[in-house]
C-alpha cells in the first residue's frame, strides 16, 4: 500500500506543532490531524499565560537571582517525588529537560523571535525545606505575547512548510483507530467531521460526515490530555488526594477529551502515572465564558487570608502562591468543594493576576504602555470586571456583611461572623512590627525582598481591616481542572513504549499526551512553566527522532 506522508502527527497544539515543524525542516512530508475547526490551531497554548521555565538566564541575573542547574534540579526531584519502578523513564526526561532548561532552551526561543517580559516571576515556592517541593528562586519567565507570542514562530513554521508543500493541515479530523504493518504503527483511521464554524475555544459538533484512512512510515501522537472530560478526571482521580470534587470548574476547552490516550493503549501503547494530575485550587468562574464550566486561576500574591468553606485558616505552608498539591488534598479533607480568599482592595490591587492570554492584553498585546499601567493605582482591567461581573466575587464594607454575602453566595451558614473577626483580627494584629510569628507574614516580607515582588506582586504589609485599603473583599475559590502528569510511556527518542516495556515500533508521543516526556517528567507535582517548555521539549524531540527514523 502507498503511502500518505512521511509521518502523520496526531494534534495540532503546541507540542504537534513543533514536532511538525522539525519534521519538515528535516525534508518530511506530514500530515497534521486535529478534530477541531482551524480556528483552533495551537490548541490549549494559544490560552495560556505564556509562563516559561528557564533556569539561570539573563532575566534572572538582572533581577539579582542566584540560579544554577544543581538548584533546579534539587527542586525539581524535591518536587517530583519519583518513587515508582515506572519513573525510571520519567526521571530520565526530568534530567534532559532540566539541561534543556538551563541551557540551550532560551537561545533556541529566542532564535525563533521569542521574547520575555523581564520581571521573573515566582510561582509554585513550596514553603517547606530545601529539598522539599517548589521553587527556591523565581524561575516563571513570561513570554512577550503570552501564549499567542509562543505560538506564533511554529504557527510560521508550519504554515511555510505547508506553503513548501510539505505539510498537510487537516482539521476536523477526529482519530479513532490506530493499525500496524509488520509490528510498526503506520495506519491512522477515523472520522471526518462535519464543517463547523465554532470559534476558537468553543464546543464544535462530533457529527460524522465521512471515515478517513492514511499511511506513513511513523506516527506522532500530540492529543493532549483529559482536563476537559470531568468524567475522565474523577475515574482516575487517587485516593491519597481524597473523593473528587462535586463541583470542578474546566480551565482548558471541552476538545481536551484524552479520546487518543484510549486508542493508543487499544494499539498496544502503555499508559503510567494516569493517578497523578495537576489541578488547580484557585479557580474562578470565568463571568464570560467561552467553553462550558470556563474557570480561570487567579495566580495569587501573598497576603490573601485562605480560608476552608468554614472560615478556619488553611494550615502550614499553604498559602497562596505556595504548594498546589498540598492545598488540593487538604481541601479535599474539609467536606466542601470550595475555600475563599478574604482580601482588600489594596491588596487585590497589587496581587491579583489572572492566568491566561485573553485575561492579560496588555502582555498577549506587546502593550508597553498598557503594562505600565499596571503601576498607577487600581486593579487591571480584566481583574475589575471579575469583581464587578464574577459570580464568586463578594465586597462589603465591614465584616459582618461580608459573613453574610459569603454565607448567601454559597447559599448556606457556613461562616460566623465572630470567627471570621477573630480570624482576620489575629492575623491583623502580627502586623503591629517588622517581624511576627505568623508564618505567612513572615512569607510576605520574605517575598518582598524579591524585587520583583515588591514591584508588581507583593503589597506593602498591612493589615486586612484597615480603613484605607478598604473595601473588604471575598473570593469563593474552586478546583480547576488543567493537566494530566501521566500518559504514554515513552523513551528519550519519543518512542512510545508497550506494557512490558519494550518500543512500540513506528509510534512516538509528546506533550501532555505522553506526561510532558516519558509518561510523567513532572512525577506528582509540577513547578511552574514547565508545561507549555514540557510540550516544546518533548515535541522537538518527538520530531527529531521520528524524521531520524523515517530518513
Not at 90 to 118: I, N, Q, S, T
Not at 211 to 238: M, Y
Request: with cysteine.
Amino acid at each position: 500500500m502507498a503511502l500518505d506522508a512521511d509521518v502523520i502527527v496526531i494534534g495540532a497544539g503546541l507540542a504537534g506543532l513543533a514536532a511538525t515543524a522539525e519534521l519538515a525542516d528535516a525534508g518530511r512530508k506530514v500530515i497534521l490531524l486535529d478534530q477541531e475547526p482551524a480556528a483552533s490551531l495551537g490548541g490549549q497554548a494559544h490560552w495560556s499565560f505564556g509562563g516559561l521555565f528557564l533556569v539561570d538566564s539573563p532575566e534572572q541575573r538582572r533581577m539579582r537571582i542566584r540560579d544554577s542547574h544543581a538548584l533546579a534540579w534539587q527542586d525539581w526531584l524535591g518536587t517530583a517525588g519519583f518513587d515508582r519502578p515506572e519513573d525510571v523513564w520519567p526521571r530520565r526526561w526530568a534530567e534532559a529537560y532540566v539541561d534543556f532548561a538551563a541551557g540551550e532552551k532560551r537561545a533556541w526561543l529566542r532564535a525563533m523571535g521569542v521574547r520575555f517580559f523581564p520581571v521573573v516571576g515566582w510561582a509554585e515556592r513550596g514553603g517547606q525545606l530545601a529539598d522539599g517541593p517548589g521553587n527556591s528562586v523565581p524561575r516563571f519567565h513570561i513570554t512577550w505575547g503570552t501564549g499567542p507570542g509562543l505560538l506564533e514562530p511554529f504557527v510560521r513554521r508550519v504554515r511555510a512548510a505547508v506553503a513548501s508543500g510539505l505539510v498537510d493541515l487537516r482539521f476536523r479530523h477526529r482519530v479513532t483507530g490506530l493499525a500496524a504493518s509488520a509490528g510498526a504503527v503506520d495506519t491512522v483511521a477515523g472520522e471526518v467531521l462535519v464543517p463547523s464554524g465554532a470559534a476558537r475555544g468553543e464546543a464544535s459538533s462530533r457529527e460524522p460526515a465521512g471515515r478517513f484512512e492514511l499511511r506513513a512510515q511513523a506516527v506522532v501522537v500530540t492529543s493532549g490530555g483529559i482536563g476537559g472530560n470531568h468524567d475522565l478526571v474523577r475515574k482516575a482521580w487517587p485516593a491519597r488526594l481524597g473523593t473528587p470534587p462535586g463541583r470542578m470548574l474546566s480551565g482548558v476547552p471541552a476538545h481536551v477529551d484524552g479520546l487518543m490516550l484510549g486508542v493508543a493503549a487499544a494499539a498496544g501503547a502503555g499508559l503510567i502515572n494516569g493517578d497523578r494530575m495537576w489541578h488547580y485550587t484557585e479557580g474562578i468562574a470565568n463571568w464570560d465564558p467561552v467553553w462550558a464550566r470556563h474557570g480561570i486561576r487567579i495566580l495569587p500574591g501573598p497576603s490573601s487570608l485562605w480560608l476552608d468553606a468554614r472560615g478556619r485558616r488553611l494550615p502550614v505552608p499553604l498559602f497562596p502562591g505556595f504548594d498546589t498539591l498540598g492545598t488540593l488534598e487538604h481541601i479535599r479533607t474539609t467536606g466542601y468543594d470550595h475555600t475563599w480568599f478574604v482580601l482588600n482592595q489594596k491588596i487585590i490591587e497589587k496581587e491579583f493576576t489572572l492566568s491566561g492570554s485573553e485575561q492579560n492584553p496588555d502582555l498577549t498585546g506587546r502593550s508597553l504602555r498598557g503594562v505600565l499601567r499596571r503601576a498607577l493605582p487600581g486593579a487591571p482591567g480584566p481583574v475589575r470586571a471579575h469583581l464587578g461581573h464574577g459570580p464568586d466575587f463578594v465586597v462589603a464594607g465591614d465584616l459582618h456583611d461580608l459573613a453574610r454575602a459569603m454565607n448567601a453566595k454559597v447559599r448556606a451558614p457556613l461562616i460566623e461572623t465572630a470567627e471570621l473577626r477573630r480570624v482576620v483580627e489575629a492575623r491583623d494584629r502580627q502586623l503591629a512590627n517588622p517581624f511576627a510569628k505568623d508564618l505567612q507574614v513572615t512569607a510576605i516580607h520574605g517575598a518582598r525582598r524579591y524585587l520583583g515582588d515588591r514591584l508588581i506582586r507583593t503589597a506593602v504589609p498591612h493589615r486586612i481591616l484597615d480603613p484605607a485599603a478598604a473595601p473588604l473583599i471575598a473570593v469563593r475559590l474552586s478546583v480547576l481542572t488543567r493537566k494530566s502528569l501521566g500518559g504514554l510511556h515513552t523513551d528519550l527518542a519519543a518512542r512510545v513504549l508497550r506494557p512490558d516495556g519494550s518500543v512500540l515500533d513506528g509510534l512516538y508521543a509528546a506533550g501532555e499526551a505522553s506526561g510532558f516526556g516519558g509518561g510523567g517528567v513532572h512525577g506528582y507535582r509540577s513547578l511552574e512553566g514547565t508545561f507549555l517548555g514540557g510540550c516544546l521539549f518533548s515535541g522537538r524531540t518527538a520530531g527529531r527522532a521520528a524524521a531520524e527514523a523515517t530518513a
